[in-house]
């Protein structure tokens, strides 16, 4: 095989087909896709609602601490059906490459998502390949759309219409890693890997808690804008309050220290692995104490809860007992000296 | 490193709340003048901790803020010329020029990178040689010493392609120019890496001329409180002296090594402050040694005259006589998605801050 | 303004340093100051060392606000 993509691979001929056969194929190996339909035949399930989501991956670098674009595809798509109580079963993965990229790298990214894949009992069984000229994409950029089944009782989850006072906020770990993982390759700031991202798919773990009974009314993955952000769009959409206590929000020292030297607010870092979750007030113990018997919930935290004060927005109880508010995050935050 | 531990932070913080609340009678106004602490302040929820009678005010101490429109609008005329490459601080890609904003002209397809340090610039340069790389040189007498070194090693180095594009600015003149105001503050803090770098005593001459008392204060909550605490002491007893809270890096004459390197490659000159006009000897200029690394030196060009909205009143805000609330642009058309003053585009300017974290003993409005 | 941070300092190379920020190590410039050893905490802004810290002085501003209490 040769060592890099060039436009061929995307032309649909003997070099696309081989790409498609050694990579793809050899990788994302599953019963639907091996058929080779050009549509993929899915078999039905009876009395289920279908979940359906679709997202776009163009992180730069394409490897970071704790993950890759690949991984990164998988899991996003993955947790955004499970945050709608939706159990994830079929990934479609489109693939734009830049002429010019090493097919080493990208059996890396392919052989990444493979695994997630496997892990979390998903299947790919569709995509598209195409290649654009060196220096129209960067590397290479992967689209997916995700597909579900979702049992009626947990279709108010998604919307959080049964959300009300005194529910309960819980996250399932320490803030701000990926983000910061991002940041701190990129810069080439930092010389140890102390910041690893968060990027994991979470359907075993919230399949768990529902599972077990726990009434969730309500789940966001906290990714781009960050935990903050998805508080305020919450207290905006239920037009409730929200009251969060600084004290109870997870974040690992070695984050926390870029996050203060470079002047990010963690609170505001994108996360690949973190979700909230709204649950009972009666059943936020029962709630925390399962997030934390599970591998993906360990350090998991009741951070606040839903109220009627301050309708639609977010206060922080800060850390030495003052009040604050928080918006949502506009633009993406900078490195600063100020 | 944690000098106290959460539990000693929190006893400490509580104690020196309530030591404020016991010894503070009279209504007064303080103001801080870094940008740092006005951050600091909002995000920690400082106001909602003092007595109502007690008003923290921000003054012109947010470098970006008071860079003026012709700086910006000149990085942007080099920004797009060919070969060049823009090297900046984070904090000044979303600064408002006359029209547009560096984000504005990177998305264009100008080379403007984000740095961290001045050194970074200097590494750009190396790695670029068929590069100019242009680094834009915001910031006061702490970050000043940084950008010397930078220029220094280049010539050790015989680096022709770096050059620096200097708003370099000195505290204690602004200090001046809102004391000459008259605006009624009975005590000010000041800012506590600036004076790591310089010594405490460059504020010396406002208890000394003004008699008003200055707390030289740290940056964490409790640093904040005990300043506060500090002054409230000195205006209740009618004191006025100068006193350093920040023990553990400042000390009354500075990092003289540090002043040594900027005063051999800058020297004081007039600038013009946003919102407070011209002030004498209030900027750093590449002094003459060093001028083949002074961007306005190598590439004098001539920029449009500048333009600012005429409704803004980031001038007023500055100068603590106004309140971002105050201003007729504030949420409606000015905001941190859209800023059209430059208050509003440093998330420590009086405007962004006050946005995002809501300061009004936390009224808890909703945002919008 | 002048966003700095404590950082250890962990190993020297010359005139740069590995510090420590809260266990994210990063690269800075000890151009600006003299005599720092491995394990002394300096004051970091924008990839340089501003000062040494001392910690021991925060017992200082404690003392000032005990000695400010004391004279009522």
Not at chain 1, 35 to 56: F, N
Not at chain 1, 68 to 83: F, P, Q, R, S
Not at chain 2, 37 to 62: D, E, N, V, W
Request: glycine share 8%.
């Amino acid at each position: 095989m040769k060592k890099t993509i060039t436009l061929a691979h995307g032309s649909g001929g003997k070099l696309a087909h081989k790409l498609i056969h050694d990579v793809f194929m050899n990788y994302f190996e599953n019963d639907i896709l091996l058929k080779q339909t050009d549509s993929a035949i899915l078999p039905g399930i009876e009395g289920m609602q279908l979940a359906m989501t679709t997202d776009a991956y163009v992180v730069q670098p394409i490897f970071f601490p704790g993950g890759d674009i690949g991984k990164l595809a998988v899991c996003g798509t993955i947790n955004d059906l499970a945050v709608a109580g939706a159990e994830p079963l079929y990934l479609t993965a489109s693939f734009v490459l830049e002429e010019g990229l090493h097919i080493e790298d990208l059996i890396r990214v392919v052989q990444s998502m493979s695994a997630e894949a496997h892990k979390a009992g998903v299947k790919i069984v569709a995509g598209d390949t195409k290649v654009v000229n060196h220096g129209q994409c960067d590397k290479l950029y992967i689209t997916t759309t995700g597909l579900g089944t979702l049992k009626p009782e947990f279709a108010p989850i998604s919307t959080g219409d049964e959300i009300k006072s005194g529910d309960a906020i819980l996250i399932n770990g320490p803030v701000a890693n990926h983000g910061m993982a991002i940041v701190s390759s990129r810069e080439g700031l930092t010389v140890n890997g102390s910041i690893q991202s968060d990027c994991a798919s979470l359907n075993d773990f919230i399949q768990s808690i529902l599972e077990a009974g726990i009434h969730v009314k309500f789940m966001r993955d906290a990714t781009r804008g960050g935990l903050a952000t998805i508080l305020a769009e919450t207290a905006q959409a239920t037009g409730l309050g929200i009251e969060i206590n600084e004290d109870h929000i997870p974040i690992t020292e070695p984050t926390l220290g870029l996050c203060e030297l470079l002047g990010f607010d963690p609170l505001y870092v994108a996360n690949e692995g973190k979700i909230i979750m709204i649950v009972p007030e009666a059943e936020k113990e029962k709630a925390l104490l399962l997030m934390q018997n599970h591998p993906d919930g360990s350090q998991a935290s009741i951070i606040g809860e839903i109220t009627t004060d301050h309708p639609g927005a977010v206060v922080l109880n800060t850390a030495i007992g003052g009040q604050t508010v928080l918006g949502m995050l506009s633009g993406e935050q900078l490195p600063r000296i100020c | 490193m944690d000098i106290y531990t959460p539990f000693q932070i929190k006893q400490l913080t509580q104690q020196t709340v309530d030591k404020i609340h016991a010894l503070s009678a009279k209504p007064i106004t303080l103001m801080e003048v870094c940008g740092g602490h006005t951050m600091a302040i909002q995000k920690a929820g400082i106001p909602s901790l003092l007595p109502p009678h007690i008003k923290l005010i921000s003054g012109p101490g947010c470098p970006v803020c008071v860079t003026d429109l012709e700086y910006i609008d000149r990085a942007i005329t080099y920004a797009r010329l060919p070969h060049i490459i823009i090297a900046t601080f984070g904090d000044l890609m979303r600064v408002p020029g006359s029209n547009e904003t560096l984000y504005d002209v990177k998305a264009e397809g100008a080379d403007i990178r984000v740095v961290y340090s001045a050194l970074e610039a200097l590494r750009l340069a190396r790695d670029y040689p068929l590069k100019k790389v242009i680094f834009l040189a915001i910031g006061f007498e702490t970050t000043a010493p940084g950008t010397a070194v930078a220029i220094r090693e280049a010539q050790l180095m015989n680096m022709d392609n770096l050059m620096v594009l200097s708003a370099h600015k000195l505290m204690p003149p602004a200090m001046e120019a809102i004391l000459q105001e008259g605006i009624p503050i009975h005590g000010y803090l000041a800012p506590g890496h600036v004076c790591t770098i310089t010594g405490a005593d460059i504020f010396q001459f406002i208890p000394q001329q003004y008699h008003l008392p200055v707390v030289v204060s740290g940056f964490e909550s409790l640093d904040i409180l005990q300043s506060i605490l500090l002054l409230v002491y000195q205006i209740e007893k009618g004191q006025s002296r100068l006193e350093i809270q920040y023990k553990r890096v400042v000390s009354d004459a500075g990092n003289k090594k540090a002043q040594g390197i900027l005063n051999d490659v800058f020297e004081p000159q007039a600038c013009w402050w946003r919102g407070l006009g011209i002030l004498p000897k209030s900027g750093l200029k590449i002094k003459h040694a060093y001028k083949s690394f002074d961007a306005r030196e190598r590439l004098p060009m001539e920029i449009p005259p500048t333009q600012e909205n005429e409704a803004c009143i980031c001038g007023e805000i500055l100068k603590g006589l106004k309140t971002p609330p105050d201003c007729p642009l504030y949420k409606t058309i000015c905001h941190p998605d859209h800023p059209i003053g430059a208050c509003m585009v440093s998330s420590e300017g009086a405007c962004q801050a006050h946005y995002r974290y809501n300061q009004s003993s936390c009224n808890h409005e909703s945002q919008t | 303004m002048c966003l700095s941070v404590p950082a250890k300092v962990i190993s020297i190379s010359g005139l740069h340093a590995k510090v420590s920020v809260r266990g994210t190590l990063i690269e800075i410039s000890l151009q600006l100051l003299d005599d720092i050893q491995p394990g002394d905490y300096v004051l970091v802004h924008a990839g340089f060392a501003l000062e040494k810290i001392a910690p021991e002085r925060a017992a200082e501003t404690l003392k000032l606000i005990d000695d400010m209490e004391a004279q009522d």
